[in-house]
């Protein structure tokens, strides 16, 4: 065990009804004492319906009571999770297959003549920040930032950078221990010395951060968080633009706009293509409402479009705004105004709405260039790109394999670079040649040990309750007999309009594969696989659609005898934290296990925590009758049933955790011990050097992925390296 695990045996013990803390004993790896939780029922009323809580009790972090009983869980957690046979090994074998492979680049952007990516090099704990020529050699790049340097324990990270225009400094938020709550620092590209002040408050989990340079280079507008300037409930709420000169002193920053933003405003700043305008996105919380205001170069601000309007993304080129519209087109169409006269109603249709989704989800869904609109749609999962001419004649399409995901599209000159990844072979960039029309694979390419020659991609569409199909993404050995035996991974998320397109499946599924395993990935409603409608048929009210989903798809692949329920194991985390909670309360018969990572479960009072309130466009509130009738309906914590035989679960969180409070694992966790003590177990695995995942170090990701592993293992009756037909 190691030392960071043993820490609990000393301090960290069993909580009685009494209130005392007792050492735990030495139990046998396969059934270590629970942790006795005092229930202290707090009834609310919503509505005319009265609702018990039992353990809010353990909600207060900085209660001593409940940091101990987090540690009395974590050695009970460790204990059976150190003991088992395979998590030595399989943590070896993980080590070594990320450690030997190789340095990879990706969220590449260009200034100055330059390529500027984030650099990835294991077994270093965390990416770097690295520059190289137009030409995209990376035999030529160099490191600029190096935050492995600034803190050996490797827990800094780089939240995101912007450099600027002219290539000569780039800005970066950086952050310590997974909680997103960066500063930014600005660095010398030349030496990588760090140049001026740190500005603070710039970046937090609940609304983002993000910056934009002046022409000069001698400032930049950035978002701001009031700080200590508002009440503390208040602190990571109304995000504002200021403006920061270089060798100022930041507390006297000049606020620039912002006041008539909303309460959960998430502000993306961009001017990249034409420094002497600045473009504000303003997203509306989370549930996929923007507004957008732009600056001229007189310092007027204008506002775009309002959240009514759906313009939902909006790219600054040449002389004109180009945005991507979903009014009266749910699947998204291509709007081209004018600079000269920025108003909505002066908009012309560019690119009208077609038979495929166009995808808004991160990086590159529309992208300009000086002769091309390049264009990325979504089919379901995988993605298309579509190449126009500025009039919006369709002149061609970037060439990608079947099942691919597109990740980003970034111009360098009239050329763009594209990332292109599949579930079974790593990421690697393209150029699109403007002047030949033809795409070459470049040298930026991930290069790994794993290998998939043995396996496929099958899609498949299961049933839904309501009929609904719902893609799947089967990856399987070749030649499977689908006999009903085999160990079976389904993942979900289904929600905010956020796409599961493929990912190469890398180290953790190749361990999973060796030991017989399927891998699935469902295309969920509440996503945005189909458009904006495929979203909204998974939100709020009709979010019991996308556990339906889950559901049917758990169905679907027990009836064409993939698995049986006692192979089928399932896993998730934040939003899919949900879909576990209320795929395993509603339908616990259907699952062996259960991984449910940084999850929210307790939805009456999710939207008490910072971030929650971002969340209520795409939940809603209990403030409202029928959302809180759905709310109840759904929530995991307060349909678990006493006495149910649940499947055996472990819920990962992290301390440090600024998007779903670690209280909600906390909670479910003591809820499920108490259901059913003697039935299938519940572990509860808190990380203290982790948030929501985002920024983590490699050893932190290593011990992570090593747990949930020989927890499926263990339970699904799993051997390293086993052989399958």
């Known amino acids: 065990m190691s030392v960071s695990r043993q820490f609990g045996l000393l301090s960290a013990i069993g909580f009685l009804a009494t209130g005392q803390f007792l050492l735990p004993s030495a139990a046998a790896a396969d059934s270590p004492r629970i942790p006795q939780t005092p229930a202290k029922v707090v009834v609310d009323t ?40 395979t998590r030595g090994a399989l943590k070896q074998k993980l080590t070594k297959l990320i450690g030997a492979t190789s340095p990879n680049y990706y969220g590449l ?76 620092h600005v660095f010398d590209v030349a030496t990588g010395k760090q140049v001026g002040e740190v500005v603070p408050r710039v970046q937090y989990p609940t609304g983002g951060g993000s910056l934009a340079w002046r022409a000069d280079d001698k400032g930049f507008w950035y978002t701001r968080y009031p700080g200590f300037e508002r009440p503390e409930a208040d602190r990571h709420f109304f995000q504002q633009v200021a403006f920061h000169e270089i060798g100022k002193d930041p507390a006297k920053d000049a606020y620039v706009v912002g006041k008539e933003f909303p309460r959960v405003a998430e502000v993306e700043l961009e001017n990249a293509e034409n420094p002497d305008w600045l473009l504000a996105a303003v997203a509306n919380g989370d549930g996929g409402e923007f507004a957008h205001w732009l600056m001229a170069p007189d310092g007027k601000w204008t506002q775009v479009s309002k959240n009514e309007d759906k313009i939902v993304k909006a790219v600054l080129a040449d002389d004109a705004l180009y945005l991507l519209s979903r009014k009266d087109a749910p699947r998204g169409k291509v709007l081209r105004l004018s600079l000269s006269n920025p108003t909505l109603a002066n908009a012309s249709e560019v690119i009208p709405e077609g038979a495929l989704t166009i995808d808004t989800d991160g990086p590159g869904a529309l992208t300009v260039t000086a002769k091309k609109i390049f264009v990325r749609y979504i089919d379901g999962g995988p993605s298309r790109a579509v190449i126009f001419d500025h009039a919006g004649k369709r002149s061609g ?40 029309g033809k795409s070459q694979d470049t040298k930026l390419r991930l290069v790994s040990p794993v290998e998939f020659p043995d396996m496929e991609v099958v899609r498949a569409f299961a049933p839904s309750k309501d009929g609904t199909k719902v893609p799947l993404n089967i990856i399987r050995k070749k030649g499977l007999a689908l006999d009903g035996t085999h160990p079976t991974l389904l993942y979900g998320y289904g929600g905010y309009g956020v796409n599961m397109s493929p990912f190469f499946l890398g180290a953790t599924r190749r361990a999973w594969f060796d030991a017989g395993g399927v891998y699935v990935v469902a295309n969920l409603r509440g996503g945005g696989e189909y458009g904006e409608e495929w979203h909204l048929q998974g939100n709020l009210t009709k979010k019991q659609n996308v556990f339906d989903d889950f559901l049917g798809s758990a169905q679907f692949l027990i009836d064409q005898k993939y698995t049986s329920a006692a192979k089928l194991a399932i896993m998730g985390g934040s939003n899919g934290g949900l879909l576990m909670g209320a795929a395993w309360t509603q339908k616990p018969e259907l699952f062996r296990a259960v991984v449910s990572q940084v999850g929210i479960y307790d939805m009456l009072r999710v939207e008490l925590d910072p971030n929650g309130s971002f969340n ?54 003591a809820r499920m011990q108490a259901a059913n003590p003697n039935g299938r177990p519940v572990y509860l695995r808190t990380s203290a050097n982790s948030g929501h995942g ?32």
């Open 616 to 669: 209520i466009p795409e939940f809603g509130t209990v403030k409202d009758e029928a959302q809180f009738r759905a709310l109840h309906a759904y929530s995991p914590y307060h349909n678990v049933r006493d006495g149910a035989a649940y499947p055996a679960i472990l819920m990962m969180t992290g301390e440090n955790d600024g998007r779903v409070n670690p209280l909600q694992s906390r909670k479910m966790t």
């Open 397 to 436: 399409d970037l060439p990608l394999p079947e099942v691919a995901a597109l990740s980003e599209i970034t111009a360098v000159g009239d050329d763009v670079l594209y990332e292109v990844t599949t579930y079974l072979t790593p990421a690697r960039f393209s150029r699109y040649d403007a002047a030949t």
């Open 694 to 725: 985002q920024g983590s170090s490699l050893s932190v990701r290593i011990d992570e992925y090593a747990d949930y592993l020989s927890f499926l293992f263990d339970q699904l009756d799993m051997k390293p390296e086993a052989k399958t037909q």
């Open 109 to 184: 952007r260009v200034a100055g003549n330059q390529v500027f990516a984030m650099f990835n090099q294991p077994p270093k704990q965390q990416p770097m920040l690295a520059v190289m020529p137009a030409t995209a050699d990376p035999a030529a790049s160099r490191i600029v930032v190096d935050p492995n340097k600034l803190n050996a324990k490797g827990t800094t990270t780089i939240d995101w950078f912007v450099p600027s225009h002219s290539g000569k400094l780039v800005a970066a938020s950086l952050s310590d221990n997974g909680s997103e709550d960066g500063a930014v």
């Open 46 to 85: 919503f509505h005319g319906q009265k609702v018990a809580d039992p353990y809010r009790w353990l909600e207060q972090a900085g209660d001593p009571a409940v940091k101990m009983w987090s540690d009395a869980q974590n050695v009970r957690t460790h204990a059976y999770l150190d003991a088992l046979p």
